[in-house]
């Protein structure tokens, strides 16, 4: 028996996010908000797409965006590579998600509470050894809540999730080991399975229970992780050995190239030379925003508002 990755993006979505996934999203979103406590009786699982209502805002992408009976909003993210900027990008879909409620007419009292469940395979805060983290907006000395104290972060750091299988106590401690390390199982375990949510979360992870274009897609995704982890490494390695802004860049353009012909397919000869042309700050500019881009089109749209102006 093999399992999909829940670390991979379309993987985590076919689990968390999919039409059969409400109660399993529930038992998660309990597990790692409420330290399995049942506060959470339902909820409704949204698009995740958060088109720009305003001119000029970047479009976001989410893995999972959920509204729970309490009328908050609860956006979840898993993200496996860290990348320059990460946590200002968590705080941006948090505050978009925030604003965008509103339209035009309503009232700032309709606004609803937001929760950002951010899931990183990287060490967020280092130095601390929590694997779950919560944010909220704090006066600096007196440490007291502000009065609408509607945006909460809360991270999850599975690096530092160190216990084994006999371990697992909590029913936070089994889904953060489900998320943590299902892409390497070939069976559930057997104390996983007293927790239903968890047996069919299993069960949708199944490799078996893919179509041809799921298994597809999934492979595709496995591939361009791959490629990002080692387009660091490599990137790292390049810097060390060049120690030359001429080869940095290069090395930085071919890795970009790579990754995106495996995001977007064949890229455009005159896409490339633009590409080319952008200096080392844009490139790195470049590599983050490119894991928002679904098609050719945004990869354009971006060379468009970052290009130089000559």
């Keep these: 028996m093999r399992f999909i990755n829940p670390k991979i993006d379309f993987a985590f979505k076919k689990i968390f996010g999919s039409a059969q996934s409400t109660d399993i999203l529930i038992s998660f979103l309990n597990a790692l908000l409420y330290e399995g406590r049942s506060i959470i009786e339902s909820l409704e699982i949204l698009d995740p797409y958060l088109g720009p209502q305003i001119a000029g805002v970047k479009n976001s992408y989410l893995d999972v965006k959920a509204l729970l009976n309490d009328g908050t909003y609860v956006i979840i993210e898993m993200q496996v590579l860290k990348v320059q900027a ?28 937001v929760i950002a469940l951010t899931i990183t395979d990287f060490e967020m805060f280092r130095g601390e050894q929590d694997v779950i983290s919560h944010f909220v907006f704090k006066e600096r000395t007196r440490l007291s809540d502000y009065l609408q104290n509607d945006i909460e972060l809360v991270f999850v750091e599975l690096p530092k999730f160190k216990k084994e299988l006999d371990r697992l106590e909590t029913l936070t401690d089994k889904w953060i080991y489900f998320i943590k390390t299902t892409g390497t199982l070939d069976e559930v375990p ?121």
């Design 86 to 113: 990460f946590g200002k990008r968590v705080l941006y879909n948090a505050a978009k998600t925030y604003a965008l409620q509103l339209t035009r007419g309503e009232l700032y009292k309709q606004l609803r509470p």
């Design 190 to 310: 057997q104390t996983m399975v007293t927790v239903p949510e968890i047996q069919k979360a299993f069960e949708i992870a199944n490799q078996v229970s893919l179509t041809q274009e799921e298994f597809n897609i999934l492979q595709q995704q496995e591939f361009f992780a791959q490629d990002q982890e080692g387009s660091v490494a490599l990137g790292r390695e390049e810097g060390r050995q060049e120690g030359r802004q001429e080869g940095r860049q290069e090395g930085q353009v071919g890795l970009i190239m790579r990754l995106l012909s495996r995001r977007l397919g064949q890229i455009n000869p005159d896409i490339e030379s633009r590409i080319r042309q952008l200096p080392i700050d844009k490139l790195e500019n470049l590599a983050e925003a490119m894991l928002d881009f679904s098609n050719a089109e945004d990869l354009t749209a971006w060379l468009e508002a970052n290009s130089p102006k000559y």
